[in-house]
């Protein structure tokens, strides 16, 4: 039987509303011998049998008669006008039939070997599921139905093969005939075939048929976007394979070989010209559309916008690509040339994204800059491998999810929408999420979401695209700053600000100073991050906190994202555990753990967290610093290790490290664990250790913590310390309420020293810094400690002057001779050239 000729074709033409286009069938010689699978025709047979009833017409009973006669007699009661008859045709739009393109023919394109155990993902039953699927849902006639075809049914449009030179609006002459000379290449030798001498096919199978069902694909697409320019049908529904969105100008890639929507849209711009010069693609496939974007990324007309797993990079296609080229899906790419603005990738950071995902993605920036763009036509590259479901793509859209995109996208370009099959494997998810979409397409309003929450991830990643995309589109709000910070504006991080602002306002109370940490990496990220008061060398408890950074609450400006000082809010619940503790007569070394390290070169841009593995390493190696230059060397009679967060990982890991050190000096290790892992203190050498943290720790975890989810929290180990879940959840909550227990215990362990310090006096080593006011200059101001950087005490004499080793710098101003105490922020008085300078710049 010849496939490709007109009345044998086992393609369904009944109910054509377009005649076939297709110019020219080059592939009927070598499609002549091909047989198709016999049980084809089985799946057109129903189960219903001629003259049988298949439904009864609906009967009215009881009540329902009632209610209807009322209605009817009321409204035409003699004092109201009878209703009105219809002064207009039917409405165009809503009378006019959604198109559909599908060919069997497209089943063609198999692996050439096939086991049953090992189906292939990109199944030839794809494109069938959906078939049927329509026609059971009752929106698409099917040959050997009982019911007539008719106008309520899709129309059916026929595919054809694409031309030489349609694809090569797209792809290169190479790549079109690489593609061709597959049917000359036998079957043994497909498996091994390569499109470039020494690099693998990437995720592609090839058969001699796939040149023709990658041309009936494309050409698919292309009859379906013309069916809607020119009017004959509403919006259309291609149901083709193989898919097309990750094939490259020259690759084959990801089950795709020639990009049918970008095809369709450059051959719709030529044939239509004004009429339809601007283009949305708009790709929900879970995979970022590689080969769309490379296509239109200089395109002004045209508005690529993709929703697809990234995973920072780690998810297909990136890492794949055969230039080896960085991640190309993520949110920075917005094009080039003309064309940029005209690429926005919305990546999502984890699978697991579902309906109020994307809905939350399309109310937030798909649909703003896609009535801002005010498109001609819209096309879905409409992969359903983000369906609940499906294997490769680990997410779960719902059909109702897919059904309110659908809706949403039909809002534009004056209806004008073409869908056209891109990925999706899971074939009962396809099938459904399919249909639902045409349903939808169909006039039917989609079914109720029943999640309506996106997750945090979703709206950070979606939060960052509308920051990028910003730029480019002025419906978006708030702007991105960044190009005004780094330029004129020279923006200062907030966090500097604050940190300075603590490190004086510690300086005024309790005569803090900074420590130096004079270590590569270190000293930049934690220049005046580490604050200690003047007597930590002294013979006293030291407390070392290694804490997050105090939070602020602010609420922003919601036009400019400006936040305003009077709306911004400090929250620092770690001085109140300083203040006690200094109050109690103790030293205090407090270490401020920055969530980002800036740059030398700060592009002013937002900048997310440092990841939390990276800070704990940070912090680890200064505490281990802190310890060997600072901490060691004090005559501290008993070291209290406090930890938040980053903090605690630090102290897990100093432990773990410097045993026999730690155990020597070490009272007790306080930590608070609220979104890092809790760590075990488990030695591989030595079994004590972890019932020796056991005895000197106390663990605070947050209420909500993935740990008492686990299995291990069932019976805790003794390596996890005395571990408690504490009622709260976040740090300054748990800070807050877990002060008194903290105390107590500090109180407890240090009850001898408290008996023997006695009356002692608090001022018993005070600095003497007479000669400070000749070296400022500014007698009247009592300025911080000159230097910040004073060595350390280790490997440097200590100061003539008879300071204790490691107290940063001399130049404290003596009592006596600061009569006004004035603060040494602001805009007063700042010292003069070569004086003093405060250690907090
Ligand atoms: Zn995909």
């Known amino acids: 039987m010849d496939l490709t000729s007109g009345d044998d074709d086992i393609a369904m033409r009944d109910g054509d509303v377009i005649a076939s286009t297709e110019p020219h069938n080059l592939f009927s010689q070598s499609l002549a011998n091909l047989s198709p699978k016999s049980n084809f025709d089985d799946a057109f047979l129903t189960d219903t049998q001629p003259g049988e009833e298949k439904r009864s017409e609906p009967v009215l009973k009881g009540e329902g008669l009632k209610r209807e006669a009322s209605v009817f007699e009321y ?45 292939h993902p990109e199944d030839p039953r794809r494109i069938h599921a959906i078939f049927e699927s329509f026609a059971d849902a009752g929106l698409a006639w099917k040959q050997g139905s009982l019911e007539p075809s008719n106008d309520f049914y899709m129309g059916r449009i026929d595919t054809r093969v694409v031309l030489k030179q349609e694809v090569c609006l797209v792809h290169t002459e190479e790549h079109w005939n690489w593609v061709q000379n597959l049917v000359r290449i036998p079957d043994d030798e497909l498996a091994e075939h390569q499109q470039h001498p020494g690099h693998r096919m990437d995720s592609v199978y090839l058969s001699r048929q796939t040149p023709f069902c990658a041309a009936l694909s494309a050409g698919g697409a292309i009859e379906a976007c013309r069916a809607v320019m020119l009017g004959k049908v509403k919006n259309v529904f291609a149901v083709i394979r193989p898919p097309g969105h990750h094939a490259e100008r020259e690759d084959a890639k990801g089950f795709c070989f020639f990009d049918n929507v970008s095809i369709a849209t450059k051959v719709c711009q030529r044939e239509f010209g004004e009429q339809c010069r601007k283009v949305l693609i708009l790709d929900w496939d879970v995979h970022h559309g590689n080969g769309i974007q490379q296509a239109n990324y200089d395109d002004p007309n045209v508005l690529y916008i993709s929703l697809h797993v990234h995973e920072r990079g780690r998810f297909y296609p990136e890492l794949s690509y055969r230039d080896r ?160 910070l780094a330029g004129p504006l020279h923006g200062v991080r907030m966090h500097e600000v604050v940190r300075r602002w603590q490190a004086e306002t510690l300086w005024e109370e309790y005569e803090m100073i900074p420590l130096a940490v004079l270590h590569q990496p270190l000293s930049q990220p934690f220049k005046n991050q580490v604050l200690a008061t003047p007597n930590y060398t002294s013979a006293r408890p030291l407390v070392v906190i290694l804490h997050d950074p105090p939070e602020v609450i602010a609420s922003p400006d919601p036009v400019t994202g400006k936040i305003e000082l009077h709306n911004t809010w400090l929250t620092d619940i770690v001085k109140t ?93 306080i930590s608070f664990v609220e979104d890092v892992p809790l760590q075990s203190c488990k030695s591989a050498t030595n079994d004590m250790l972890a019932s020796w943290y056991y005895t000197k720790s106390l663990v605070f975890v947050a209420n909500d913590h993935n740990f008492w989810h686990s299995d291990i929290s069932k019976k805790p180990k003794k390596r996890f310390g005395r571990a408690s879940q504490s009622d709260v959840d976040s740090i300054t909550d748990m800070l807050m309420a877990h002060k008194k227990t903290v105390q107590d215990l500090i109180l407890q362990r240090t009850a001898d020293w408290s008996d023997d310090a006695g009356n002692e006096e608090e001022d018993g080593d005070a600095m003497d810094t007479s000669n400070f006011e000749e070296l400022s200059g500014t007698p009247k101001l009592k300025l911080p400690p000159v230097g910040n950087f004073a060595p350390s005490p280790r490997g440097s004499a ?43 710049r």
């Open 325 to 484: 080229r960085p991640p190309y899906g993520d949110h920075v790419h917005c094009g080039e040339g003309a064309g940029l603005g005209k690429n926005v990738n919305v990546p999502w950071s984890r699978k697991g994204m579902g309906d109020a995902d994307y809905i939350y993605a399309f109310q937030q920036v798909v649909m703003p800059i896609a009535h801002e763009f005010k498109p001609d036509l819209v096309i879905i590259a409409a992969g359903f491998d983000a369906a609940e479901g499906d294997m490769l793509g680990g997410c779960k859209v719902t059909p109702a999810g897919y059904a309110h995109m659908t809706h949403m996208l039909m809002s534009l370009a004056e209806g004008r929408l073409a869908v056209c099959l891109e990925g999706g494997y899971n074939l009962d998810s396809i099938a459904r999420s399919a249909t639902a979409v045409a349903r939808t397409m169909m006039g039917e309003p989609p079914e109720r979401l029943v999640n309506t929450n996106p997750t945090l991830s979703a709206v950070n990643d979606v939060k960052t695209v509308l920051r990028q995309q910003s730029r480019f589109w002025s419906s978006l709000y708030p702007k991105d700053m960044s190009a005004k």
């Open 798 to 840: 200590a100061p003539s002057s008879g300071l204790a080793p490691g107290s940063a710098a001399p130049a404290r101003l003596s009592r006596h001779s600061s009569p006004t105490k004035t603060p040494p922020v602001g805009n007063f008085a700042p010292p003069k050239q070569g004086a003093s300078r405060s250690p907090f």
């Open 75 to 119: 409204t035409l009661t003699k004092d109201k006008p009878a209703p009105r008859p219809a002064k207009f045709a039917p409405l165009p739009y809503a009378s006019s039939q959604t198109g559909l393109v599908y060919d069997v023919r497209m089943r063609f394109h198999v692996e050439p070997e096939q086991s049953e155990d090992d189906i």
């Open 577 to 669: 555990y300083v203040d006690w503790a200094v109050k109690q007569g103790f030293a205090v070394i407090d270490v401020n753990l920055l969530k980002h390290v800036t740059d030398m070169d700060d592009g002013q841009q937002h900048e997310p967290n440092d990841a939390t593995d990276f800070r704990t390493k940070e912090a680890t190696l200064l505490l281990s610093y802190l310890w060997d230059n600072y901490v060691e060397l004090s005559d501290s009679s008993h070291v209290f290790l406090m930890g938040t967060n980053t903090g605690h990982g630090a102290i897990i890991n100093f432990i773990k490290a410097n045993e026999d050190r730690a155990k020597d000096r070490i009272t007790s290790a």
